[in-house]
């Protein structure tokens, strides 16, 4: 823990000695470190070694059939596997919630597009420099679910961006989240496997819980805002179900490689419509910087790294369930760090959409383990 200290408080030693506009950055950087210093942060450094075992997986080779022994003599079960991939999705809706409300000013200073290529291209760049021989050498099937799960990815972006400036901020939540009831059928119609209780009942749970939330005395209609926002929710859906029969229908993934495809599709395809339609932007203040480099390293970087790694273990129900968090954790932040008030619709928003992701994973813990031949196939970055 002594390392990590050390780099957050040179964190907070060069951003404390910018002049930022904004005052509230101490603040949340000084909370950030007695968060470090908590009992809380230190359950969780014991349970780092589990989840660094979980993502490295290079002690023990996967993927053919004659190394299933070794399979069976891994320390951790395909159960704590699962679990460990669903806490890095809570821990990723987690960063995306704070990217949120970072966000919110940051667009202010630089148009959406330009915002979502430049990121996603830059991203894309970082993963190029260390992935590039592996990338030639990947299969025409990986290339091919690469190009279609960027496009599904970049067309929910890109829906959502103008959706959002066509409805009000209630309803793009909630039909953005409607990609939780979305994926359940979209995975039966896909995989033909059939939808578990538990899973839909949490689906549906979940999305009232959305509702919920972002419920502010009603809406009247429908515009093209809402189908826009509702396509967006789907094309995001069309991802998550797109990565896991990726996992499933190939042996050997390399999953940086495969993520670095879906963010240059995203990039490459962004930029040309910024440059098309938006002005160019101008540069920066300290707090665009801070937010624009936290979107980039943090909110696309990592999080899809997490994301698309997650999904070997975790079902697509799940993923779709545990993002919706980031909802959560974007209201949440702002009562926290901004002082923003928590109504009663906030907290039984909250309420039913923890509910409906308990009640997914209770389903699933005492549900019968899948016999070995029907298990995933881990893939080594």
Same mark, same amino acid.
């Given at each position: ?95 995306? &919630?704070?990217?949120? =409300? %970072? +966000? ?8 959406? /597009? #330009? @915002? ?53 901020? &209630?309803?793009?939540? =909630? %039909? +953005? ?8 059928? /979209? #995975? @039966? ?193």
């Amino acid at each position: 823990m002594t390392g990590w200290l050390v780099i957050l408080y040179g964190i907070k030693y060069v951003f404390l000695n910018i002049s930022f506009e904004k005052s509230y950055i101490q603040t949340v950087s000084t909370r950030f470190i007695s968060f470090i210093r908590s009992p809380i942060c230190r359950c969780l450094a014991r349970f780092s070694v589990p989840l660094f075992c979980f993502w490295c997986n290079s002690c023990i080779e996967y993927g053919t059939a004659p190394n299933r022994a070794a399979l069976r003599r891994d320390r951790l079960s395909l159960k704590k596997k699962v679990i460990i991939a669903d806490f890095s999705l809570v821990g990723i809706s987690l960063g995306w &919630g704070y990217s949120f =409300v %970072l +966000t919110k000013d940051l667009l202010n200073e630089i148009t959406p /597009l #330009y @915002f979502i290529g430049t990121r996603f291209f830059l991203a894309a760049l970082i993963l190029l420099l260390f992935k590039w021989k592996d990338i030639k050498n990947m299969s025409k099937q990986m290339w091919k679910y690469g190009i279609f799960a960027g496009t599904a990815l970049w067309a929910g972006f890109a829906l959502q961006t103008i959706g959002i400036e066509l409805t009000t901020p &209630g309803k793009a939540g =909630v %039909l +953005t989240g409607t990609m939780v009831v979305i994926v359940p059928f /979209l #995975y @039966f119609f896909w995989s033909k496997v059939a939808i578990q209780r538990g899973a839909l009942l949490g689906s549906l749970l979940t999305f009232l819980g959305l509702v919920i939330l972002s419920w502010h005395g009603g809406w009247t209609g429908v515009n093209a805002g809402d189908i826009l926002v509702f396509l967006c929710a789907f094309f995001f859906a069309i991802h998550v179900i797109l990565v896991d029969r990726a996992y499933q229908n190939n042996e050997s993934v390399d999953s940086l490689s495969f993520i670095a495809i879906q963010l240059l599709i995203v990039g490459v395809f962004s930029l040309p419509f910024a440059v098309w339609l938006e002005p160019f932007p101008t540069p920066l203040s300290s707090y665009g910087w801070y937010a624009y480099t936290f979107d980039l390293l943090i909110g696309t970087l990592l999080a899809y790294i997490v994301q698309i790694k997650a999904q070997q273990f975790s079902p697509p129900t799940h993923v779709s369930l545990l993002l919706s968090l980031e909802s959560v954790f974007a209201f949440l932040l702002s009562w926290w760090l901004w002082g923003e008030s928590l109504t009663f619709n906030t907290g039984m928003g909250i309420l039913f959409i923890l509910g409906g992701i308990f009640i997914t994973e209770a389903f699933d813990l005492f549900r019968k383990p899948k016999p070995l031949s029907d298990l995933k196939h881990p893939s080594s970055f």
